[in-house]
């Protein structure tokens, strides 16, 4: 339910300095999944990743610029308002962020580190209490001279959060609460890991990869914190001659299907999980209805997926059919500069 309990919002965050709302404030219609825009507040400059706390009262955003930020906002309010001030990450250009021992994480590209602020009882978040540096490089001349966190994710038993490295191919596992440093596994060369999702099981891992567009699944053990690479699996057909970048890859509730999407090839693949959950076909991929899909989504009953995409400035989202989990195209609304979609 909505703050206001009328029904399910949707929260789209977007680039200001490309000409975005901020974050959009949008109802779900039930039946149809259409999103009807209500408002929209820029108190936040650039928030391109958002999570909504649970109890759906407070929102978090990143402030993805040079001197990084995070932001509580009420989502009570309407729009949501501010509560206290942005407060600096100590890292810079922020793209990602996660809830985790009462402490908001942020992943911080530019700086490569992973910052940890409190969170308040009234929702407001405290100076970072810890910012954790990662060190090293990966062979892409432009992209990986060196580390660059872009997601950070807990584990489904609340005991670890990962972090994954696009600039030195990695995933870093700290032990929660804290966050302290744990274990750390390399990821094939010039992969550029970018954002991961478990298996509903929580047993598994799937890593998308930026520089190269695969998915990485990787077996993970919650007792030992450790995670294990298990192979690969393209998400663009061969011979694509187009430049591919994912962004975004999201896993069925029920373990059969993992999206991603991909930009520059401006598809959703839709891939086949076994048993295991070890292996993964492509079954086809479909056009994501617009250009450079940067985040993907899932709603909440699992039917529909939602594509925030960037540089045609929509969200679009997508029927899926439970039987082959191919997803349709049902409808879209502008939304420039769109970076991401959260639900509540």
């Given at each position: 339910m909505g703050a206001s309990g009328n029904g399910l919002r949707a929260y789209i965050g977007s680039f200001t300095v490309a000409g975005g709302a901020g974050i959009t404030v949008a109802d779900v219609d039930d039946e149809t999944g259409a999103l009807r825009i209500r408002n929209s507040t820029d108190a936040v400059v650039n928030p391109s990743y958002l999570v909504l706390a649970p109890g759906g009262r407070v929102l978090y955003a990143v402030s993805e610029a040079e001197e990084g930020a995070a932001a509580a906002l009420d989502v009570t309010q309407d729009p949501p308002a501010l509560l206290g001030e942005p407060v600096p990450a100590r890292g810079a250009g922020p793209t990602h962020l996660a809830l985790a021992g009462g402490r908001l994480l942020t992943a911080n590209y530019g700086s490569g580190s992973v910052s940890a602020l409190p969170v308040l009882e009234d929702?407001?978040?405290?100076?970072?209490?810890?910012?954790?540096?990662?060190?090293?490089?990966g062979p892409h001349p432009e992209r990986q001279e060196g580390p660059h966190a872009h997601a950070v994710a807990?584990?489904?038993?609340?005991?670890?959060?990962?972090?994954?490295?696009?600039?030195?191919?990695?995933v870093q596992v700290y032990a929660l609460p804290g966050p302290r440093p744990h274990h750390e596994v390399r990821l094939r060369p010039g992969s550029g890991p970018r954002h991961l999702a478990f298996h509903p099981?929580?047993?598994?891992?799937y890593?998308?990869?930026?520089?190269?567009p695969t998915i990485t699944a990787c077996?993970?053990?919650?007792?030992?914190?450790?995670l294990e690479p298990l192979g690969e699996t393209r998400l663009v057909p061969e011979g694509t001659d187009v430049e591919s970048y994912p962004a975004e890859l999201v896993v069925s509730g029920d373990g059969r299907f993992v999206w991603a999407a991909t930009r520059g090839h401006d598809s959703i693949a839709t891939l086949a999980l076994d048993a295991h959950g070890d292996r993964m076909e492509l079954v086809t991929t479909t056009p994501c209805g617009g250009h450079w899909p940067r985040d993907l989504t899932l709603d909440p009953s699992g039917?529909?997926?939602?594509?925030?995409?960037?540089?045609?400035?929509d969200v679009t989202w997508?029927?899926?059919?439970?039987?082959?989990?191919?997803?349709?195209?049902?409808?879209?609304?502008?939304?420039?500069?769109?970076s991401c979609v959260v639900f509540g």
């Open positions: 929702g407001r978040l405290g100076e970072p209490v810890a910012v954790l540096r990662h060190e090293g490089s807990p584990d489904p038993s609340g005991g670890w959060l990962l972090a994954v490295d696009l600039g030195i191919d990695a099981r929580g047993d598994r891992v890593v998308i990869n930026e520089l190269d077996r993970w053990d919650a007792a030992s914190g450790v039917r529909r997926l939602y594509v925030s995409n960037e540089r045609s400035g997508f029927d899926i059919d439970p039987s082959t989990g191919v997803p349709r195209r049902g409808g879209s609304v502008p939304a420039p500069a769109a």
